[in-house]
């Protein structure tokens, strides 16, 4: 059986609002939003009485998808907000944009701080990593060339 593709990256949230808005400032689409609940879902994430609100955005050519969920119960658990590069787990997500200079003062106006500077890759990309809502951390890609 050959795997088919990625579906989603989860991303655990508190403000789902301040978040959602930050990715549709990006450019992701949204594809739904949902509260989700029940013994099903119980049964699924190995929690009790879960119920949660899930926004689903894709990137507009359709093939990337991140699912935003905001736990009402059980609240979330722990935070990595913060966390340096380098710590264990998924530490970011990376999008390629046509123009950084021109989306990254669409996010810092929406919260989000660089990490450190934008650069100039060889003569192949153009990179920026910056902390959106919550910690989280995003890099944008323009290649050169």
Same mark, same amino acid.
């Given at each position: 059986m050959a795997l088919g593709r990625m579906d989603n990256v989860l991303i655990v949230v508190d403000d789902l609002e301040a978040v959602k808005a930050f990715f549709l400032e990006l450019g992701l689409e949204l594809e739904g939003e949902t509260t989700v609940e029940g013994s099903s879902v119980d049964r699924l994430i190995g929690l009790e009485s879960v119920?949660? @609100?899930?926004? @689903? +955005?894709? @990137?507009? &050519?359709? !093939?990337?998808?991140?699912? +935003? &969920?905001? /736990? !009402?119960?059980? %609240?979330?658990?722990?935070? %990595?907000?913060?966390? %340096?590069?380098?710590?264990?787990?998924?530490?970011?997500?990376? /999008?390629?944009?046509? &123009?950084? &200079?021109?989306? *990254?003062?669409? +996010?810092?106006?929406?919260?989000?701080? *660089?990490?450190?500077?934008?650069?100039?890759?060889?003569? @192949? /990309?153009? *990179?920026?990593? +910056?902390?959106? %809502?919550?910690?989280?951390m995003v890099a944008l890609a323009e290649q050169r060339g």
């Open positions: 119920r949660s @609100t899930i926004a @689903t +955005l894709r @990137t507009p &050519d359709g !093939h990337g998808r991140i699912e +935003l &969920d905001k /736990f !009402h119960t059980p %609240p979330a658990a722990g935070s %990595p907000a913060g966390a %340096p590069v380098n710590a264990y787990g998924i530490r970011r997500i990376m /999008f390629a944009v046509d &123009d950084i &200079d021109e989306v *990254l003062p669409r +996010l810092v106006a929406r919260g989000a701080e *660089l990490v450190g500077d934008v650069v100039e890759y060889g003569k @192949t /990309f153009k *990179l920026v990593y +910056l902390r959106g %809502p919550e910690g989280i």
